[in-house]
């Protein structure tokens, strides 16, 4: 479980309540192809209550496409679910959370997204997404690899070929991850 | 053992009828009952009147909401491709939910988001169901056929397991729970799975998850890692043994610790925890491990549940306790607050498992009975206080500069010709009989050679004062002897009484049933049973 200030979840829980009149305008959003973001390399995150019995969110796929000046990761969750997330360049290795093992992705930088309370899993023990490591070979984006689905926790780290700026889109049942493409 | 009669009643139900032989008792589950559920349902009125509507036991909506979810409105947590999502109290998922609510005459939106409208559509399915199948509606053990069509699942252990968590919520209010598994006329449920390798009464469910320890003495198991799996008891072990997870634990406890489940061999390396061990983490304890991947000399035990969790059921805490005394006696760990750790205490970065309010003195007490000794510390905080009691004179100063002390601290003196300020720590005896005796200190070139350990009865006889060499062999535990020990409270005092120019630490005493497999050995303890008379 991610440690977090008390402000910091009362801020998220305020925040937290994606309803459906958003909905239907949050699925209009990817349309917008708005090249011109300026993003940032620095840690970005909101951060939800994990209480007990809150169900985790539930993953339903990842997908990586490339926009107009960016490459687009797109995190679809189940129902109206909405779990806290981090997204950060790596400074060390990234590591599996259960064996502990260094993770390898393509490209020269990590950038990790972290997803809690979530998983990608059901009740039985299937993945959900099945697809585990993508390599879209786009510009920005060389690989979409899972790191951790253990605990309530979801990790993907996402190998690039240059520490690029990025920006993160709260939908309603998804998130966007989007990075800019180098010049 | 009342407690353990609705699990038991709903493991031999069906085999009440067997012509050849009884059915055989299911140890685990004899053993570790899970309680029933005591609190009432939020829900109750609209369980009754639905059950009224649709000709349902109230008690069985109940106890399908129960095990559904707890008796919480879920909202589509559970999907996967191929799987719809489940809403609701009862969980209702796709073509049921669909059906339900078209049975009810209630829209499949409201019995998305209304708990009434979702228990009517539950309700309505379960009646159709029953007359499909023709039961006698009014035997609630007839409904078993109905609750496993309801509940969607197919592997028959899995069917009992969700019979059995139905079970559990009947027995708040149903004289008589007895939802049997299903079983074939004359064939006796599966008892619940035991004899894993490493602890008997667990399950073995064998996770693909793991590999080799290391063959140095960085692969040696030493320390114990509790987790909170941050789900339900299935959910956590069908994932762990799924490839895919790329995560397992040694151990995973169900939440009222009626089963545990062993995935992977103790010997074998499981994947629990990602850190590098940091001995500033853990009271700069085994500082030699630092850097080392943790996996290699961790035994990793999940349970079910969250640590986010105002409490722990004590049945679970009893049910790990007794699994850790199991692991620590075979893997010769001391049972403390080094060897028996949190998951989020050494792994800060991005954990707090099992959680601020995991009971953590109650439980390595619990560990430590379970195991037959009592621990005195120094310090009442580290104490259980109905069997273990510290005096220490406020002469002894606190510290705990030097690592490997057990509880929080311990304290020391100078020794002196004419002192008479021993530190004494006292331990009950509940019944007479033979006890081992250990003490452990913290060491240093400072410290005596010939540090002085008085045992006396409850009778307030002196049985013996033995000595140890207090420069070495901290952190560890030192035979101090074995004698005979009368009911009530008995006592260890060690002395500071001896020519000046050294130092004594007074850090903590234990006492065994019987004497322990292996003492750590070799450092100083100058004495055996043949003890010598108090000079």
């Known amino acids: 479980m991610l440690r977090r200030s008390v402000s910091l979840a009362l801020a998220a829980l305020g925040a937290a309540c994606p309803g459906k009149e958003e909905r239907s305008s949050a699925r209009e959003a990817p349309r917008v192809q708005d090249s011109t973001f300026a993003g940032t390399t620095a840690p970005v995150q909101r951060l939800r209550s994990t209480r007990a019995g809150v169900p985790a969110a539930m993953l339903r796929s990842v997908t990586a496409a490339p926009g107009r000046g960016y490459d687009r990761v797109v995190f679809e969750l189940a129902g109206d679910s909405a779990p806290g997330y981090r997204v950060e360049y790596a400074a060390g290795p990234v590591r599996s959370c259960g064996s502990g093992d260094v993770v390898s992705v393509a490209g020269s930088e990590r950038l990790v997204i972290h997803l809690e309370p979530a998983r990608a899993h059901d009740d039985q023990g299937n993945p959900s997404p099945r697809q585990r490591d993508l390599v879209p070979g786009l510009p920005a984006v060389r690989e979409v690899k899972l790191v951790c689905d253990f605990e309530g926790q979801v990790e993907w780290v996402l190998g690039l070929p240059a520490k690029q700026p990025y920006r993160v889109t709260e939908l309603a049942g998804s998130l966007l991850l989007d990075v800019k493409q180098g010049p | ?535």
Not at chain 2, 206 to 233: K, M, W
Not at chain 2, 386 to 408: L, N, R
């Open chain 2, 1 to 535: 053992m009342s407690k353990a009669a609705p699990a038991l009643l709903v493991l031999f139900a069906a085999c009440r009828p067997a012509p050849v032989a009884p059915c055989p008792a299911g140890q685990l589950v004899a053993q570790v009952a899970p309680p029933p559920v005591s609190r009432p349902s939020p829900f109750d009125s609209a369980f009754r009147a639905a059950g009224a509507e649709f000709h349902v036991p109230a008690e069985l909506l109940e106890g399908l909401g129960w095990a559904e979810t707890r008796w919480q409105m879920v909202q589509g947590t559970e999907e996967f491709p191929g799987r719809a999502p489940a809403f609701g109290v009862m969980a209702l998922r796709g073509a049921a939910l669909e059906r339900g609510a078209a049975l009810a005459g209630v829209p499949a939106e409201a019995t998305r988001r209304d708990p009434v409208a979702n228990i009517r559509a539950a309700a309505a399915l379960l009646d159709l169901y029953a007359r499909e199948a023709g039961i006698d509606r009014t035997r609630i053990e007839a409904w078993s056929a109905v609750v496993s069509r309801y509940s969607g699942i197919e592997l028959p252990d899995a069917r009992a397991a969700y019979a059995r968590q139905v079970d559990r919520a009947l027995a708040r209010t149903a004289a008589s729970p007895g939802l049997a598994p299903p079983a074939a006329p004359g064939a006796c449920p599966p008892p619940p799975a035991t004899g894993a390798p490493d602890y008997a009464p667990a399950a073995w469910r064998s996770s693909p998850n793991f590999d080799q320890r290391a063959a140095d003495s960085t692969g040696v198991i030493h320390l114990v890692i509790i987790h909170t799996c941050e789900s339900n008891y299935a959910s956590c072990w069908s994932w762990l043994v799924n490839p895919v997870s790329q995560a397992s634990a040694h151990y995973v406890v169900s939440e009222e610790g009626s089963e545990i489940s062993q995935l992977v061999l103790e010997r074998n390396r499981a994947w629990h925890i990602a850190a590098l061990y940091d001995c500033t983490l853990n009271r700069r304890h085994d500082c030699r491990l630092n850097g080392v991947q943790s996996n290699h000399f961790t035994v990793g035990i999940e349970h079910a549940g969250f640590a986010s969790q105002d409490s722990f059921p004590d049945a679970q805490l009893e049910a790990s306790a007794a699994l850790v005394c199991d692991v620590t006696r075979d893997r010769d760990i001391p049972r403390d607050w080094q060897h028996i750790v949190g998951h989020g205490q050494l792994q800060p970065a991005n954990r707090t498992d099992p959680g601020p309010h995991w009971p953590w003195i109650a439980y390595v007490h619990r560990v430590q009975a379970l195991c037959g000794e009592i621990v005195v510390d120094d310090s009442a905080q580290f104490n259980d206080t109905a069997v273990a009691g510290a005096a220490v004179p406020t002469t002894w100063a606190a510290s705990d500069t030097t690592p490997d002390f057990y509880g929080g601290a311990y304290r020391w003196a100078p020794t002196q010709p004419d002192a008479t300020d021993g530190a004494v720590f006292s331990f009950r005896v509940a019944t007479a009989g033979l006890r081992t005796v250990e003490a452990r200190w913290t060491s240093g070139s400072n410290r005596s050679p010939l540090a002085a350990y008085a045992v006396v009865t409850a009778a307030g006889d002196t049985a013996a004062t033995t000595t140890v060499d207090q420069r070495t062999g901290g952190g560890s535990w030192h035979l101090l002897g074995t004698w005979t020990f009368p009911a009530g409270w008995n006592r260890v005092v060690l002395r500071r009484r001896a020519p000046s120019g050294a130092v004594v630490v007074a850090d903590a005493v234990r006492v065994s049933a019987t004497r322990p497999a292996s003492s750590s050995g070799g450092a100083g303890a100058s004495t055996s049973a043949s003890n010598r008379p108090t000079p």
